[in-house]
C-alpha cells in the first residue's frame, strides 16, 4: 500500500548545500526573475486566496534571505522578516500547522520546500544567543549557519528526534490481534493516536520506544522494528516510525500527558471509526500510516 505520511516529501528539491557560500551565484540566483520567494514573519505566513503566494524577489521586502535550493528549474527562496509585521493581520498570518490545509492536493509538492523554509524559521526565530556566552549571533551560508561575534562558535540548525511508535499485542494478522493507542490529556473525547516521545541523550531509539510507552501506558515491550521517518518542524522534530510487539498488556496510566489507553482489534477500530466514536491522526501523518500499515488499508475519518 501507499503510505499517505509519504505525500508530504515525494519531491524534495536540491538543496545546494555547497553553494550557499558562493555570494555570486547566490546573488544570481536571487536577481533571477523566475526565483520564487516565501515570505515568513517570525515563524508565520500569510496564504493568498489560490494557497502559499510564492513572490519574485523584487516584489518581497527586506529580511534576511534563506537559500532553499533549486527544483523544476526554479530557485526557491524564504525571506524572514519581523514577527511584528503579522500583528497588523493576525487572522491571516498563520504557523506551520495551519498552512497544512493549504498543502493539500497539487499544493503537496511545495511541502518539501515549506518544511525547509518554515523549520528554518523557527530555529532563527529561537536561536537568539549564542549558548556558549551569550553574544551576539549573525548569519551566514545563506540562513544555514549562525555564528558568534564574540567566542566565534558556529550554531547550525536541528532536528530534536521522536519516536512514534504502534505497538501490537497477540498473534500477528489474527483477528485478536490488537494495537495501542491514546488520547492526549486536551484532546476531545474519541480521539486517538499512537505513541509518541522524545529520544533522550545516550538513548537507542528502540529503547525510547520502549521507554516512552511503559512511561505512558506500562505497557512493556519486546522487538521493536523501524518503520519509517517524516520531517515534522513543529518547530524541530523529525518523527521516527517504529512497530513495537508487547510483552503484557496491563495498561497503567501515570504520565498526565495521556488521559487515555485503549487496545484495539481491527473490526473494533473499523466499526469504531465508521460510527465516529474512534477518530484517528490525519493522512499526511506517520501515525496514520502506521495505523493503517497494521490494520491493512484505509480507514475512515481523521483530524
Known amino acids: 500500500m501507499t503510505f499517505p505520511h509519504l505525500s508530504l516529501v515525494a519531491d524534495p528539491h536540491d538543496r545546494q548545500g555547497l553553494l550557499r557560500t558562493d555570494d555570486a551565484w547566490l546573488q544570481e540566483r536571487w536577481e533571477d526573475p523566475a526565483s520564487r520567494v516565501l515570505v515568513i514573519a517570525g515563524t508565520r505566513v500569510r496564504p493568498g486566496d489560490g494557497g502559499l503566494e510564492w513572490l519574485p524577489s523584487a516584489d518581497v521586502p ?43 492536493g497539487d499544493a503537496v509538492r511545495q511541502a ?31 540562513g544555514h549557519e549562525l555564528v558568534c561575534t564574540q567566542c566565534g562558535k558556529p550554531q547550525f540548525p536541528r532536528s530534536d528526534p521522536a519516536v512514534i511508535m504502534l ?31 522524545f529520544c533522550e541523550p545516550g538513548e537507542t531509539l528502540e529503547d525510547a520506544v520502549r521507554r516512552e510507552v511503559l512511561e505512558e ?22 518523527m521516527i516510525g517504529f512497530h513495537g510487539r508487547a510483552v503484557g498488556e496491563e495498561i497503567r496510566l501515570e504520565d498526565a500527558d495521556v488521559e487515555e489507553a485503549e487496545w484495539f482489534t481491527r473490526e473494533q477500530m473499523r466499526s469504531r471509526a465508521e460510527e465516529g466514536s474512534l477518530v484517528l491522526p490525519g493522512g499526511v501523518s506517520i501515525s496514520r500510516s502506521l495505523i493503517e500499515d497494521w490494520y491493512g488499508g484505509t480507514l475512515p475519518g481523521s483530524w
Not at 168 to 194: H, K, V
Not at 232 to 237: E, Q, T, V
Request: glycine fraction near 14%; charged fraction near 20%; aromatic fraction near 8%.
Open 62 to 104: 527586506d529580511g534576511l534571505r534563506v537559500l532553499l535550493g533549486d527544483r523544476d528549474g526554479t530557485t526557491w527562496w524564504a525571506v524572514i522578516v519581523p514577527g511584528e509585521v503579522a500583528k497588523a493581520e493576525p487572522d491571516r498570518w498563520l504557523p506551520l500547522r495551519g498552512l497544512l490545509p493549504h498543502l493539500g
Open 112 to 142: 518539501p520546500l515549506v518544511f525547509h523554509a518554515m523549520g528554518l524559521a523557527e530555529w532563527h526565530w529561537a536561536t537568539r544567543h549564542c549558548p556558549r556566552c551569550g553574544g551576539t549571533l549573525v548569519a551566514r551560508a545563506a
Open 167 to 197: 505497538i501490537a499485542a497477540g498473534e500477528p494478522g489474527s483477528p485478536d490481534e490488537r494495537c495501542l493507542l491514546g488520547r492526549g490529556a486536551s484532546w476531545p473525547e474519541g480521539r486517538f493516536s499512537t505513541l509518541a516521545g
Open 217 to 238: 501506558t506500562g505497557v512493556v515491550v519486546g522487538e521493536v522494528t523501524y518503520f519509517g521517518n517524516q520531517p515534522w518542524p513543529l518547530p524541530a522534530s523529525l
